[in-house]
């Protein structure tokens, strides 16, 4: 009995003195590893999943070329029925006394083999290996467009994330500043320079901002679970960002240069192209249904009623098929091959026409996003000056508290802006690197 007891209090004790675990600290660079991990993202899982196939397919198209080789081993013992096979009646011997039995047997048969079959020219065959090769490339080049694509998905957001937690960093400072306000105002109204609108104006003030922490802190849980959903974590798991919103300069680029190095280097592209190929093939082989193939085919093993009086017999010889007509099937498959073919290579044209338009987008939108950053923090240093100066002017008495009251707003809205700038520039980082086949790359 004092077992039992001892066993719950051990438990709690070593429960009480283990260290708890904090965060789990994450960077964007970390929480991309994480997501493109094999045992990551349902997408990566999926796309190994169809590497798998792939390969699962071209080991079976290659098994046609590749030696048949069987054995067999059979034993019975059976009766025949001549009377059922019509020998009883219609063959009969001229010998007095003589009468066909109508049943023979039992006896033993016993017949130990071995069989090979060999493929020796079938172009169909060959071909078609050949477009399982490709195809296991192509589901190669899969992989790696999923893993950026993950990659882009988790970078965006991280980021989402991140701003988060800037808007709470931000709404918790715009707090800070209105209860400055607030007791500005109350101390101005306890010096006689102060009124009690004044005062009410700062509450209101105060109230809206302590409205917007809420919301922002809402927005931040939400950011971080859709993070910890697109890397495929727990999503109980508490996370710190190490990361904030800054400017990182992106080396200049031309269009040209932007979109020969897209077409060179997104996984995607790679992937189609490839599947054209397979395509391509794939139709080939179809083609090639027509033209003869050359096979051999040997046995060799035992016969007789016991292993002990068993004699060996063999064949072995080859065999040519010429397909003459199979009732338009082949031909039905030609046409489909071939359309299939064409309507690849029709994607492969729009998907570098969409390459050259993520380009173009990506570098105006870049363009766009650091001229805004730049405005902002002109912006968000014009605004502070003018806080700070109307605070002065309203401790001097030369003016109320309404023209604090605008320039805090001014001040707020100008560091919205500049979170947002920041956001937006982020964000066409991450366009551009996803249009280039980049991702994983910016983010080390």
């Known amino acids: 009995m004092k077992l039992i007891w001892i066993l719950p209090a051990a438990a709690l004790l070593a429960s009480a003195q283990a260290p708890e675990r904090g965060p789990l600290r994450l960077s964007m660079k970390r929480a991309v590893e994480v997501?493109?991990?094999?045992?990551?993202?349902?997408?990566?899982?999926?796309?190994?999943?169809?590497?798998?196939?792939?390969?699962?397919?071209?080991?079976?198209?290659?098994?046609?070329?590749?030696?048949?080789?069987?054995?067999?081993?059979?034993?019975?013992?059976?009766?025949?029925?001549?009377?059922?096979?019509?020998?009883?009646?219609?063959?009969?011997?001229?010998?007095?006394?003589?009468?066909?039995?109508?049943?023979?047997?039992?006896?033993?048969?016993?017949?130990?083999?071995?069989?090979?079959?060999?493929?020796?020219?079938?172009?169909?065959?060959?071909?078609?290996?050949?477009?399982?090769?490709?195809?296991?490339?192509?589901?190669?080049?899969?992989?790696?467009?999923?893993?950026?694509?993950?990659?882009?998905?988790v970078a965006r957001a991280y980021l989402a994330a991140v701003k988060g937690d800037t808007d709470v960093d931000t709404a918790e400072a715009n707090v800070?500043?209105?209860?400055?306000?607030?007791?500005?105002?109350?101390?101005?109204?306890?010096?006689?320079?102060?009124?009690?609108?004044?005062?009410?104006?700062?509450?209101?003030?105060?109230?809206?901002?302590?409205?917007?922490?809420?919301?922002?802190?809402?927005?931040?849980?939400?950011?971080?679970?859709?993070?910890?959903?697109?890397?495929?974590?727990?999503?109980?798991?508490d996370v710190e960002l190490t990361d904030r919103l800054q400017y990182v300069p992106v080396d200049a680029v031309t269009l040209d240069a932007a979109k020969a190095q897209a077409l060179k280097e997104r996984p995607d592209y790679q992937a189609q192209q490839q599947r054209e190929s397979n395509a391509r093939l794939s139709a080939s082989a179809t083609t090639l249904e027509r033209l003869p193939t050359l096979s051999a085919a040997a046995d060799y093993g035992s016969i007789g009623p016991g292993l002990n009086n068993a004699l060996p017999t063999r064949t072995y010889g080859i065999s040519i098929r010429v397909p003459v007509f199979d009732g338009g099937r082949r031909d039905a498959r030609r046409v489909e091959s071939d359309s299939q073919y064409r309507a690849e290579k029709v994607r492969t044209n729009d998907l570098k026409e969409q390459i050259e338009l993520d380009v173009?987008?990506?570098?105006?939108?870049?363009?766009?996003?650091?001229?805004?950053?730049?405005?902002?923090?002109?912006?968000?240093?014009?605004?502070?000056?003018?806080?700070?100066?109307?605070?002065?002017?309203?401790?001097?008495?030369?003016?109320?508290?309404?023209?604090?009251?605008?320039?805090?707003?001014?001040?707020?809205?100008?560091?919205?802006?500049?979170?947002g700038a920041l956001y937006a520039y982020g964000l066409a980082r991450i366009d551009l690197a996803q249009a280039m086949g980049r991702v994983r790359s910016m983010v080390q």
Do not use: W
């Open 35 to 153: 997501a493109t991990a094999p045992e990551g993202s349902a997408k990566i899982q999926l796309a190994e999943e169809a590497l798998k196939q792939a390969q699962a397919r071209s080991a079976e198209a290659r098994a046609s070329l590749l030696p048949d080789l069987e054995s067999s081993f059979q034993y019975r013992s059976q009766t025949m029925s001549l009377a059922g096979m019509g020998l009883s009646s219609a063959f009969q011997i001229p010998i007095p006394g003589f009468q066909l039995p109508s049943l023979i047997g039992p006896f033993d048969v016993m017949d130990a083999r071995a069989t090979a079959q060999q493929s020796i020219f079938d172009f169909s065959s060959i071909r078609r290996f050949q477009a399982s090769k490709v195809g296991i490339t192509a589901s190669k080049s899969d992989l790696e467009a999923s893993s950026e694509q993950v990659a882009a998905q």
């Open 360 to 419: 173009r987008l990506a570098l105006d939108s870049l363009g766009s996003a650091a001229e805004e950053v730049q405005v902002a923090k002109d912006g968000l240093g014009l605004a502070d000056n003018e806080l700070t100066q109307a605070r002065r002017r309203y401790e001097a008495g030369v003016a109320n508290s309404l023209e604090v009251t605008d320039a805090q707003t001014r001040l707020e809205r100008a560091r919205d802006n500049q979170t």
């Open 176 to 237: 800070t500043l209105s209860q400055a306000t607030l007791t500005q105002a109350e101390n101005q109204k306890n010096a006689g320079t102060g009124t009690g609108i004044e005062i009410t104006r700062a509450k209101v003030q105060l109230a809206n901002d302590r409205q917007r922490l809420v919301a922002a802190q809402n927005a931040r849980r939400a950011a971080h679970l859709q993070l910890l959903r697109a890397m495929g974590v727990r999503l109980d798991t």
